[in-house]
T-cell receptor, first 112, second 111 residues
Framework: EPEVTQTPSHQVTQMGQEVILRCVPI?????FYWYRQILGQKVEFLVS????????KSEIFDDQFSVERPDGSNFTLKIRSTKLEDSAMYFC??????????FGPGTRLTVL | DAKTTQPTSMDCAEGRAANLPCNHS???????VYWYRQIHSQGPQYIIH???NNETNEMASLIITEDRKSSTLILPHATLRDTAVYYC????????????FGTGTRLTIIP
């Protein structure tokens, strides 16, 4: 059964450093999303992406964040200058027709 | 986005049916009811969704009241692996619409 994959599973970085979180959505899916979950808190929407452009972004998704689909398979989330409060689980999701979203296993980002 | 209300936690005996309620009294006519679950810290998992008719798939059944102001997710024969946080989410059908997660119901299956 096809699934969304994410790498790395755990990323540790120093405050102020740039990180890139990678996702491989399910093949032939057209809609892509990033969510995050701070430990013990709700899952929060960050951004949705369709047809090579951002469809919607939340207030969390400020100028420090960017997304890219550099080729036909990868979908990346970049944080330019990490802050302590960026520590969270980051989940990528994809959807074919936009109804059910399939989530990856997540990347745990720890900012020191 | 319409809001949903769910009990904070529920217990269910293994092998019994787990019935998880959700209130969504402000749902609008073109919004669907979605159910997801999150096992420990894994990525949320899609379970089922519906508009106004009852729905069933291999995982669960979804019963939506006629006025659409509430729904119930039914896991027919709960197993220990069904222990998770269950989220009821109201969402439009457009592809790029986000999911807005609440705090959900923490379901614990008791052996």
């Amino acid at each position: 059964e096809p699934e969304v994959t994410q790498t790395p599973s755990h990323q540790v970085t120093q405050m102020g450093q740039e990180v890139i979180l990678r996702c491989v959505p399910i093949s032939n899916h057209l809609y892509f999303y990033w969510y995050r979950q701070i430990l013990g808190q709700k899952v929060e929407f960050l951004v949705s992406f369709y047809n090579n452009e951002i469809s919607e972004k939340s207030e969390i998704f400020d100028d420090q964040f960017s997304v890219e689909r550099p080729d036909g398979s990868n979908f990346t989330l970049k944080i330019r200058s990490t802050k302590l409060e960026d520590s969270a689980m980051y989940f990528c999701a994809s959807s074919d027709r936009g109804n059910e979203q399939f989530f990856g296993p997540g990347t745990r980002l720890t900012v020191l | 986005d319409a809001k949903t209300t769910q009990p904070t936690s529920m217990d269910c005996a293994e092998g019994r049916a787990a019935n998880l309620p959700c209130n969504h009294s402000t749902i609008s006519g073109n919004e669907y009811v979605y159910w997801y679950r999150q096992i420990h810290s894994q990525g949320p998992q899609y379970i089922i969704h519906g508009l106004k008719n009852n729905e069933t798939n291999e995982m669960a059944s979804l019963i939506i009241t006629e006025d659409r102001k509430s729904s119930t997710l039914i896991l027919p024969h709960a197993t220990l692996r069904d222990t998770a946080v269950y989220y009821c989410i109201v969402r439009g059908y457009f592809g790029n619409e986000k999911l807005t997660f609440g705090t959900g119901t923490r379901l614990t299956i008791i052996p």
